[in-house]
């Protein structure tokens, strides 16, 4: 029997009626007009979703996968590994949607790809303000394609792409994309592999950036060469509150030190 693919069962929760689409509602649960499933209950959605029981399945993922989120301004899709076909539907969502502001998509094999897709559906969104992209396979490549979207999207304030394989070159983007974008506030880019060079990049984006309060390198393999960077930027820069970097941060507002 062929099985919806469970990676795409996230935004059931808005369509779930009778039948035994309402037995699935009891096995989510809403917090804050959240949509979250227990790790538990995903073995027994994968036998209840079956495309005997749901008709046509393309005019149901039209229908639940883009039009779902419209109903919702958060979606915590955390650890569901919905890889590239998700990632297709997410960004159709975010190029109609005026609701949704917040997207956790960390840990679900998010690859250049995926990240294409999304960068797609950012230039033309307008609602979304946070966006955790952590623990997904995302390279230079990927990282590219989001930088082009922050030079165009104005709402974003929080961007986290921490343990990726984000390296110089992706650093690079990022930093190309920050002497432009105005709206991002919060930009975490710890524990990939940006180095020295990369360090470069961002601490040149941070000479012009005005809006970056805090910023997250660690685990970047930056040595004092990178740190010089960084330092001399902070010098000219006065909007960044926290600066990141190897084993410690830099606080220019009045408060204790903090290892990672």
């Known amino acids: 029997m062929e099985v919806l693919n469970p990676n795409l069962q996230w935004l059931l929760t808005e369509f779930l009626t009778d039948g035994p689409l309402a037995i699935i509602s009891n096995l989510s649960r809403k917090t804050n007009r959240s949509i979250y499933f227990d790790e538990g209950s995903m073995d027994q959605i994968k036998e209840l979703l079956t495309v005997q029981e749901i008709g046509n399945l393309e005019k149901y993922k039209e229908l639940v996968l883009i039009k779902g989120p419209l109903l919702s301004q958060e979606l915590n899709l955390y650890g569901n590994y919905i890889g ?3 990632v297709t539907y997410l960004a159709k969502t975010l190029k109609i949607n005026s609701s949704l502001q917040k997207l956790n998509l960390s840990e679900n094999e998010i690859g250049d790809k995926g990240a294409k897709y999304l960068a797609e559906g950012l230039k033309v969104n307008s609602s979304l303000q946070y966006l955790n992209l952590g623990e997904n396979p995302i390279e230079d490549e ?4 989001l930088a082009e979207a922050l030079e165009v999207n104005s709402s974003l304030k929080i961007l986290y792409f921490d343990s990726n394989q984000i390296g110089e070159k992706g650093a690079e983007s990022i ?4 002497k432009v974008n105005t709206s991002l506030k919060d930009l975490a880019i710890s524990y990939n592999r940006i180095g020295d060079e990369g360090a470069k990049y961002l601490g040149e984006a941070l000479i ?35 600066l990141i970097f190897k084993s410690f941060f830099v606080d220019s507002a009045p408060s204790s030190p903090r290892s990672l």
């Open 84 to 86: 590239e076909e998700g």
């Open 175 to 178: 930093g190309e994309a920050l």
């Open 208 to 242: 012009i950036n005005t809006s970056i309060k805090k910023l997250d390198l660690g685990g970047n393999r930056i040595g004092e060469e990178g740190a010089k960077y960084l330092r001399e930027a902070l010098k000219v820069n006065t909007s960044i509150k926290k």
């Open 142 to 145: 990927g990282a590219k394609y």
